[in-house]
């Protein structure tokens, strides 16, 4: 199988702010409530999931460097396109001036994994240059009379340019379902999001914990090789306790959801991103990437950064 590198990343914000005080004034809840249950502060709200999608994706190319002629496919995990069909992709392809295969993904919060996890895979049979993107909007669909869900989310996007390299940096990965707790979150046609937080959580830490166990276990590590923990950004409790039982501490663990709460298929790169511009990886370093969300779904992969 030929191999695959992280050569580019980029994130997208919307600009509107929308702090935990503002959410005092729209629902009976507080800014201390908010804090200590979920380490969250404020959130970005607004925007296209294509239109984050392709500033992010130009973001990722541009840093890499890639000639766009040269993209062979775009993977844009999402589980709020713009539209039931067709799929948001395709807008991202075309905006983006590319000449190639464009498709959406849909596994919810663990999205970018699975994304990334796919276009290593594409990388494999020849698709060498592979832009994923993670990007949603789970704002649009929140119920703002709900204290427990509308908290909880933000919009966002990020994207990393896959190219070919000598050997894969992709050592190890898990990807799993388990489509019987389908009815702990979810967003029916026409309706708001729903979800059972307390039971949503119990699930997340435990799968959060057995994927990188397998993941590493793939990639012949144990916690202890692991540079920087990169997972999906929904509550720092959830991180806290999946940091415990994993061995991994908080102070090697990628955290933005005190400014973004949980954008979905655009966290873990908008933590990758952030980490990266902090200067906490650095080349040859392993990176373990968590996801976990509807469906419920969770992945879990472990990369060596070598850009
Ligand atoms: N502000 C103030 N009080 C709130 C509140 C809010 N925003 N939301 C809920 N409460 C209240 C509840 O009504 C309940 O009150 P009661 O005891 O009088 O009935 C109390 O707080 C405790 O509620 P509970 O749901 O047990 O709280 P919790 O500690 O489980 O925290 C979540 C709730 C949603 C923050 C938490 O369960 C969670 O984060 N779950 C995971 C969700 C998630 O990550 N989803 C995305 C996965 S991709």
Same mark, same amino acid.
């Given at each position: 199988?030929?191999?695959?590198?992280?050569?580019?990343?980029?994130?997208?914000?919307?600009?509107?702010?929308?702090?935990?005080?503002?959410?005092?004034?729209?629902?009976?809840?507080?800014?201390?409530?908010?804090?200590?249950?979920?380490?969250?502060?404020?959130?970005?709200?607004?925007?296209?999931?294509?239109?984050?999608?392709?500033?992010?994706?130009?973001?990722?190319?541009?840093?890499?460097?890639?000639?766009?002629?040269?993209?062979?496919?775009?993977?844009?995990?999402?589980?709020?396109?713009?539209?039931?069909?067709?799929?948001?992709?395709?807008?991202?392809?075309?905006?983006?001036?590319?000449?190639?295969?464009?498709?959406?993904?849909?596994?919810?919060?663990?999205?970018? @994994?699975?994304? $990334?996890?796919?276009?290593? =895979?594409?990388? &494999? *049979?020849?698709? +060498? !240059?592979?832009? #994923?993107?993670?990007?949603?909007?789970?704002?649009?669909?929140?119920?703002?009379?709900?204290?427990?869900?509308?908290?909880?989310?933000?919009?966002?996007?990020?994207?990393?340019?896959?190219?070919?390299?000598?050997?894969?940096?992709?050592?190890?990965?898990?990807?799993?379902?388990?489509?019987?707790?389908?009815?702990?979150?979810?967003?029916?046609?026409?309706?708001?999001?729903?979800?059972?937080?307390?039971?949503?959580?119990?699930?997340?830490?435990?799968?959060?914990?057995?994927?990188?166990?397998?993941?590493?276990?793939?990639?012949?590590?144990?916690?202890?090789?692991?540079?920087?923990?990169?997972?999906?950004?929904?509550? @720092?409790?959830? $991180?806290?306790?999946?940091? =415990?039982?994993? &061995? *991994?501490?908080? +102070? !090697?663990?990628? #955290?933005?959801?005190?400014?973004?709460?949980?954008?979905?298929?655009?966290?873990?790169?908008?933590?990758?991103?952030?980490?990266?511009?902090?200067?906490?990886?650095?080349?040859?370093?392993?990176?373990?990437?968590?996801?976990?969300?509807?469906?419920?779904?969770?992945?879990?992969?472990?990369?060596?950064?070598?850009?």
């Amino acid at each position: 199988m030929a191999g695959a590198r992280i050569t580019g990343w980029g994130t997208a914000l919307p600009e509107k702010i929308l702090t935990n005080v503002d959410l005092e004034s729209m629902m009976d809840t507080t800014d201390d409530w908010i804090r200590e249950r979920t380490g969250i502060t404020e959130r970005r709200v607004g925007g296209l999931t294509s239109t984050m999608a392709i500033e992010a994706g130009q973001k990722a190319i541009d840093r890499s460097g890639v000639d766009p002629a040269a993209i062979d496919l775009v993977l844009l995990a999402t589980s709020s396109a713009d539209q039931i069909m067709p799929a948001t992709a395709p807008t991202v392809q075309n905006e983006l001036g590319l000449n190639c295969g464009a498709f959406d993904l849909n596994a919810a919060c663990s999205g970018f @994994v699975y994304g $990334l996890v796919n276009g290593y =895979a594409m990388a &494999g *049979i020849g698709y +060498e !240059r592979v832009l #994923v993107i993670g990007s949603d909007i789970l704002t649009s669909y929140l119920d703002w009379d709900d204290r427990g869900t509308a908290i909880l989310f933000g919009d966002g996007a990020g994207a990393v340019m896959l190219e070919p390299a000598k050997e894969t940096t992709l050592l190890g990965s898990d990807l799993g379902s388990d489509g019987a707790t389908r009815h702990l979150l979810y967003i029916d046609h026409g309706g708001k999001l729903q979800m059972k937080g307390r039971e949503v959580f119990r699930h997340a830490v435990r799968a959060v914990v057995d994927s990188c166990n397998k993941a590493m276990a793939q990639a012949g590590l144990t916690a202890d090789d692991i540079a920087i923990f990169v997972p999906h950004q929904a509550n @720092v409790r959830i $991180l806290d306790s999946a940091c =415990a039982k994993l &061995g *991994i501490p908080l +102070e !090697r663990t990628a #955290v933005v959801l005190d400014k973004t709460g949980n954008t979905s298929a655009g966290s873990v790169p908008l933590a990758l991103v952030d980490a990266l511009e902090k200067g906490d990886i650095q080349p040859g370093d392993n990176i373990l990437f968590s996801g976990f969300g509807a469906g419920m779904t969770w992945g879990s992969a472990v990369v060596r950064w070598e850009p």
